[in-house]
Structure formats: C-alpha cells, structure tokens
C-alpha cells in the first residue's frame, strides 16, 4: 500500500507550514525563558503532522473476490446499519450502512462497486454533527448512484458536519466506477452512507472498523 498526500491539502499544508515558520521564528526570537518557544514548537510540529495524517491519500488494492461485492468507501466506525426509506433519489426502502470518519481517519473516498455511475447531485443544506441520525437528510450533502455489474443500484451519500464544510466529488455520471478509485474527499471529519438493496448480505455491525476501498461490508445477490 503506498501512501501519498492527497491533492486536496497540499495548498493547506504549504500554507500553515509557512505561517508556523514565521509564527516559532519569531517565539524564539523574542520570547523568553528558551523553553517557552520549545515547548510551543514541538505543540506546532505535533498540529502539523495531524494535519499531514489527516490528508494521506493512500492507494489500496483490494484483493478478494470482486463479483458482487460491496467495500466501504470509508475509513472509520459504522454507526448506523438500518431500513430506511430513501426519499431523494432511489424512493424506496434500502438497508442503510453509515461510516462515520474521526479526523484521525483517512478522508479519501472509494466507490463501494464496481459498475458506472448513473447519477451525482449535490444538495445544499446544514451543518449539524455528522454523528446525529437526522444529518444524512439535513446536512450539506453529495449524493452519487451507481449502477454495479450485475444491474442493482447502489447510493453513496457524502455528509458534511459541524467542521468538515467542504466536499469533494469527483465522479461523474457514465464514468465507470471501480472500487480502487477515489470517488471524492472531505475535509475534517465526516460521514459517508450506503444504500443497499434490502437483500444485500451484510458483513458488517455497528461499532465495527471499516478500512476505504478494502474492507467488504457486504454483497449484492
């Protein structure tokens, strides 16, 4: 697995690594006793590099058994697993599987399937925690539908929260989708749902950790 910094941060990085230089030149300049600007870099050098970990752009290959299967798009904690009706694009009762990211995780997002994607529709909205049920309807939100290889649709929804204010999306409909692929990003911490048809084996329970473009979460009929 090779691991690079994905291209979405790399203006933030050159720039908050430009105002922490001239911000601990001029501590240890002018400052003192000397530990007060060493104390105060190494807290600057420990910020910087959670924010170098928060935009690695790792490239997976997933390894299994590619028919019919369903990965998660996301790096994080599954904190939803339910029936619900989807009233926005598929209008119908699906089995949703939600991601929620920490801004400890990788932010990248892989498609679930492999197939073509049919339809992306950005919807404007709130800006509520990404944790809270009501966020995947309320909150500012990207919604992307795939059709996989065997003819079943598939909805991925990326959900911005109370911090992460910026999604990325870089599919477009009749591109083919394949889950090695980043299909987009979000900035500082978020959640990502999938949803499934009501037959789609389940791999996967709340609580449980998911690793983006490998982990299987389950497999279409």
């Not at 904690?77 to 598929?90: D, Q, R």
Request: proline content about 4%; some cysteine.
């Amino acid at each position: 697995m090779r691991v690079k910094i994905h291209r979405e941060g790399t203006n933030i990085l050159i720039v908050l690594l430009l105002m922490l230089a001239v911000i601990n030149l001029s501590a240890w300049m002018f400052i003192r006793p000397v530990e007060i600007p060493i104390v105060f870099s190494s807290v600057c050098g420990v910020l910087y590099l959670l924010v170098v970990n928060f935009f690695r752009s790792p490239r997976r290959t997933f390894r299994g058994d590619r028919d019919n299967v369903i990965v998660s798009s996301v790096d994080g904690t599954v904190v939803a697993l339910e029936e619900v009706f989807e009233p926005e694009v598929l209008r119908r009762k699906v089995r949703m599987v939600s991601v929620f990211m920490s801004v400890f995780n990788v932010h990248a997002n892989w498609f679930p399937v492999d197939g073509q994607v049919l339809l992306v529709r950005h919807h404007r909205g709130r800006f509520l925690s990404a944790y809270l049920p009501k966020a995947s309807i309320e909150n500012e939100r990207s919604t992307v539908l795939i059709r996989a290889n065997n003819g079943q649709e598939i909805l991925m929804r990326q959900i911005a929260g109370a911090v992460a204010r910026r999604i990325v999306t870089y599919a477009h409909p009749g591109e083919q989708a394949n889950i090695e692929d980043h299909m987009g990003f979000i900035k500082f911490g978020s959640r990502v749902d999938l949803y499934l048809p009501l037959d789609a084996k389940i791999n996967v329970k709340i609580g449980d950790k998911t690793t983006g473009g490998v982990s299987v979460i389950g497999r279409l009929k």
